[in-house]
């Protein structure tokens, strides 16, 4: 669905672990992802990103818990109309916070990780600060979706529902 030379900004951590396999790399500008342990760069990182390579298309991946670090900065995406596609890979929880106990700790118990009462909307929130949002929850829905926000003036967010991880 990408084209050929867009940017892919990945901070999806548990939701995109294949997508290194499955992205056609061009060149050092088609991928930025993490390269330690913290979490919380991709929203204002990909509006830098997209300030600075203004000419292509651009896509950020990003996990729901680590969208919640930065999402403010969706207003700036809207405020400078910028072109861009945010792709929030909602799981209800810090995934990877979850990985990291399961595996550390050999317990399956979390403490205020999990986003279920109240449920976030994405699409709703980016829509509070100028972004126009969608939330998905049928996978069908995905690529007619993100066809749809690549051809758009501005910057568009996809809440894509993914499994849950307990």
Known sequence: TLPPDTIVVDEGLTS???????????????????ASGGIGFAIAGAIGIRLAVPDRPLVAVI???????????LW???????????????????GILKERVRAGYR???????????????????????????????DPHD??????????????TLLDVVVDELR
């Open 63 to 73: 996990g729901d818990g680590s969208a919640l670090y930065n999402i403010q900065a």
């Open 16 to 34: 995109t672990r294949r997508l290194p396999e499955l992205f056609a790399y061009r060149d050092a500008q088609s991928y930025y992802g993490l």
């Open 142 to 155: 995905i690529v007619p979706a993100l066809q749809h926000a690549l051809d758009q003036n501005g910057p």
């Open 107 to 137: 317990t399956d118990t979390y403490v205020g990780m999990d986003f279920a009462d109240p449920l976030i909307d994405f699409a709703r929130l980016a829509a509070a600060l100028g972004v126009p949002g969608h939330r998905i929850v």
């Open 76 to 94: 700036t995406a809207a405020h400078l109309r910028l072109p861009m596609v945010f792709v929030i890979a909602n799981n209800y929880g810090y």
